[in-house]
């Protein structure tokens, strides 16, 4: 069999004219390139090289084995070629504003890979103003929250995936769970869960004070999830949009309380062509699209 190594003595020694400097090439010595060549002749049963003159010159023999050789090290360069230069991994970058639903993105998040599993998703969370700037700074592909998707942009670049309202959420087991409306005075008495980072904090805020509601808060959280698993232990009740409510926990819309909030994804132009071919933000995007809401 003959060895690779073998053919690459042999072609440097045709492109280079002498053994020394094909020696040179193939980083050996001279006497181990001499001896692999010695090696070929034999594996072949020709004189591959004259080596009567000043300078070395193929025999008829290496004349016809030239073509072939320079032919198979062709396949195995593209051999190589082939197995390691893999495509490079799409990646789609996330900005995740944090009152967006654990729920709704995990099972958006499942359906892209399913969709495009040899693609690279990239979550990056903190507050919208954060990912805002992050996303004006090439930093991120996309602004996923309330409140980022607007009528109209001059780009097209905002998608409203859905809007919805906000409710009372309190422990499946709470008395009012039952109920589909409840006013600010029969949840006057009830311990509350404060959520910071709510966009709508303020408006609910005053919704309750103009109505001289002051409970007693039992937490104050920048958590969603830990928000909701307060509820869940009945350590109080908290107002919240209705995609963020969790096993556990039920809703009743909170009586003269209209506020709904859109939530969308911002895309701008410079994402827009990477992001239009991929299958991963093509069904991310769809699977956030619907959730169940009250509004």
Not at 87 to 101: D, M, W
Not at 145 to 157: F, H, I, K, Q, S
Not at 170 to 192: C, D
Request: aromatic share 6%.
């Amino acid at each position: 069999m003959i060895d690779r190594y073998l053919i690459r003595y042999f072609l440097g020694v045709v492109d280079q004219g002498s053994f020394s400097a094909a020696a040179v090439g193939a980083r050996v010595t001279q006497p181990t390139l001499s001896a692999g060549i010695a090696k070929l002749e034999t594996l072949l049963g020709q004189q591959l090289f004259d080596r009567s003159g000043r300078r070395v010159r193929l025999t008829e023999a290496g004349t016809r084995f030239a073509d072939h050789a320079r032919r198979i090290e062709a396949e195995f360069a593209a051999a190589e070629r082939a197995v390691q230069a893999t495509p490079p991994h799409r990646l789609i970058r996330i900005g995740v504003a944090p009152t967006v639903s654990t729920i709704a993105l995990g099972e958006a998040l499942a359906a892209a890979r399913v969709a495009a599993p040899d693609e690279r998703i990239e979550i990056v969370e903190g507050r919208a103003s954060e990912l805002q700037g992050k996303l004006d700074h090439g930093r991120i592909d996309a602004l996923l929250g309330p409140g980022v998707a607007r009528n109209a942009l001059d780009d097209g670049g905002d998608v409203r995936l859905f809007e919805e309202g906000y409710g009372v959420a309190m422990a499946a087991a709470h008395p009012l769970a039952h109920h589909a409306s409840v006013s600010a005075e029969a949840i006057a008495g009830e311990t509350m869960i404060v959520r910071r980072q709510c966009e709508a904090l303020p408006l609910v805020s005053r919704f309750f004070t103009t109505r001289g509601v002051r409970p007693f808060m039992a937490a104050r959280t920048v958590s969603d999830d830990r928000a909701s698993a307060y509820v869940a232990a009945g350590l109080g009740i908290t107002v919240m949009p209705y995609s963020l409510c969790v096993p556990g926990v039920a809703m009743a819309a909170l009586a003269g309380f209209d506020l709904t909030r859109v939530v969308g994804v911002r895309v701008p132009a410079a994402a827009r062509t990477r992001l239009e071919p991929s299958g991963a933000w093509q069904a991310f995007v769809e699977a956030m699209g619907g959730p169940a809401s009250a509004a």
